[in-house]
């Protein structure tokens, strides 16, 4: 069982005063029991001397023995106290009290003898019949240096013990109540100084409960008083500190997880002690509470693992840069010792590169498209003019069959360069859109028009049907019918003679989305998320002229126009391209 405070102070003290009274009480009435028999016990010798005096004269003589009667007598009514006068040769002279003197038994009595000698004593005896206790005086009577007799002086104690037990009750009584209001002093005390503590103990609770708010009051200024002045202020401190604390973790957990890059902190064992949400989605950690979870566990990349264990055995800074198995993400990892407590951690940062390697490898394909492409019409050109040099000048049917060779190749970089010229304007936002509301049926008609005569000639069937309760598009006119026109231009360049090419439209939610079905050759299902790339031209088809462009720019400008563009295909059934625009 453990104490309080409060009891461990009070339980010392309470005992000490009881122990202290104790004695003190003891001590008293023994002192005083001492002091009063001394009283009584010099008195009735005192007396007995008196007696002895007295009666001294009456007992040498022999004559007036009987005198010693009425003094007896007398000393007897003024004293309350019995007296024998015992003659050397054991009678009695004069009594007082109704003892009855038995020569044989008490006549022998050491006391008696020995006041026969002349030697006064006193005793204190008790009757083994009622218990009563006695003081008894034996007291020499004497003539010069003889014996003449002696005085029994017995005197009662039974009223000074009265008086005693009296005495002792009122030191008990006393020492009791002095003790009773120690004990609540001390126990008041005690409170006094203990209640303050317990302020504190309840304001430190609050604190553990994380209310730094409340305070302990306490306006002493003793030591405890301090202590509390000292505990108010490490409160405050610890408040305020908590509070910047607070606001730093939410600034570094709003930053960790607005932050497109992964991280991740990994301990001296391999352990994940942090890792935020764009590190969980660049993994794919399926884990619902991946921190404590070993880094192996959670990232399952050799390359990785192996990085944080070079950055933790040497201490220095590691990166690198490698393609993820999963989503084929390109990413850049570097690994730093951090030099905060407990050592040993790592700082993992993971950067998704992987649109920037897209772009770099984009920027490297399309030199090289573009270098491909202009490759070919240079050739011919080059070849054109060697061969003409070479004398076809002077045959004028083979010199006029080159010139028209070499118009064409040059048409054919002219409008490649014209169709790169449009998409970097169309990519650099550069074009400016003329957006007004337009009727789906015009855009239709507008390139029914223009690409009907060309589908004529090719063999193909060139239809629409609109509905008449379209809503009007927001688009710039000339930009969607190029669209409507590119598109067109190669479902006709894609069908061979005796096929079908029939567009529509229809509302869908918030769109209009357009619709160019073709009976064509259609598109190998590998290379369909491909046909909108920049000179991405599917192999068949590569021997046709066409730069390749003419979708790229077409999704461009859709995208431009806040819609979306796809295709569905299958090959030798022919090809249906569409594409949304937002209602007006
Ligand atoms: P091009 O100028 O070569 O036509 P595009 O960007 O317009 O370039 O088209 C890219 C490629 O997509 C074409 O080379 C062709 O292989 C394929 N393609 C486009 N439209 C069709 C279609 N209607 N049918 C079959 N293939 C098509």
Redesign the pocket.
């Known amino acids: 069982m453990r104490l309080s405070l409060r009891w461990r102070i009070t339980i010392p003290f309470v005992l000490l005063i009881l122990f202290t009274s104790g004695l003190i009480s003891i001590f008293l009435s023994q002192y005083f029991e001492q002091i009063y028999l001394e009283n009584v016990r010099s008195e009735a010798v005192h007396l007995a001397r008196v007696l002895a005096s007295q009666s001294a004269p009456f007992l040498s003589t022999g004559s007036n023995v009987h005198n010693t009667q009425s003094i007896v007598q007398l000393f007897s009514s003024f004293t309350n106290t019995s007296f024998l006068i015992v003659l050397p040769d054991g009678s009695i002279t004069a009594q007082s009290g109704a003892y009855l003197f038995n020569k044989e038994k008490d006549f022998h009595q050491p006391d008696i003898q020995q006041a026969l000698a002349g030697k006064e004593s006193t005793r204190i005896s008790r009757s083994p019949e009622n218990n009563d206790s006695y003081l008894e005086v034996f007291e020499p009577v004497m003539k010069g240096d003889a014996v003449t007799g002696m005085i029994w002086l017995v005197n009662s104690l039974n009223a000074y013990e009265g008086q005693m037990d009296y005495l002792q009750k009122m030191i008990l009584i006393m020492n009791g109540a002095a003790a009773l209001l120690a004990v609540l002093l001390v126990m008041a005390l005690s409170n006094y100084t203990i209640r303050p503590l317990r302020h504190l103990t309840r304001a430190a609770q609050w604190m553990a409960e994380g209310d730094f708010t409340k305070v302990s009051l306490n306006n002493q200024s003793d030591e405890i008083g301090q202590l509390n002045q000292a505990f108010n202020q490490m409160a405050g401190q610890i408040n305020a500190q908590f509070s910047e604390l607070t606001t730093e973790r939410v600034k570094l957990a709003a930053v960790l997880s607005n932050m497109t890059d992964g991280i991740m902190i990994v301990d001296y064992e391999g352990i994940t002690r942090l890792i935020n949400p764009a590190c969980i989605r660049m993994f794919k950690v399926a884990q619902t509470s991946p921190v404590g979870l070993p880094l192996v566990e959670l990232v399952r990349s050799h390359q990785i693992y192996d990085l944080w264990q070079q950055c933790h055995t040497s201490g220095e800074q590691k990166s690198l840069t490698f393609e993820l198995s999963i989503d084929r993400l390109f990413i850049n990892a570097i690994a730093s010792p951090l030099s905060i407590s407990p050592a040993g951690n790592v700082l993992l940062v993971f950067q998704d590169l992987t649109r920037l390697h897209r772009l770099e490898m984009v920027r490297r394909d399309f030199v090289s498209n573009v270098s491909h492409e202009l490759r070919t019409p240079l050739a011919s050109l080059k070849a054109i003019t060697e061969t003409l040099r070479e004398g076809a000048l002077d045959d004028p049917t083979a010199a006029k069959r080159f010139l028209l060779r070499m118009e064409i190749e040059i048409d054919a970089l002219a409008q490649m360069v014209q ?1 790169l010229l449009e998409l970097s304007r169309i990519e650099s936002g550069k074009v400016p859109l003329d957006k007004q509301p337009i009727a789906p049926a015009m855009i239709i008609e507008a390139a029914y028009n223009r690409m009907q005569h060309q589908a004529e000639r090719a063999g193909i069937n060139l239809s629409y049907t609109v509905p008449e309760d379209l809503p009007l598009v927001n688009a710039d006119r000339a930009r969607i019918i190029q669209v409507m026109v ?2 067109l ?3 006709v ?3 061979p003679p005796g096929g079908e090419i029939s567009m529509t439209a229809e509302q869908k939610k918030k769109m209009v989305v357009f619709q ?1 079905k ?1 009976t ?4 190998d299902p590998e ?1 369909l998320p491909r ?2 790339e ?9 021997t ?11 999704r461009h400008l859709i995208e431009a126009h806040n819609g979306t563009i796809w ?1 569905e ?1 299958e090959v030798g059934k ?2 249906t ?1 569409h594409f949304s625009l937002p209602i007006s």
């Open positions: 169709e590119n598109l231009h190669n479902a360049k894609f069908t160019i073709d064509g050759i259609g598109i290379a046909i909108f920049r000179f991405y031209k599917v192999d068949r088809a590569r046709g002229e066409g730069t390749g462009l003419g979708l790229s720019i077409s295709a295909s022919g090809s391209f």
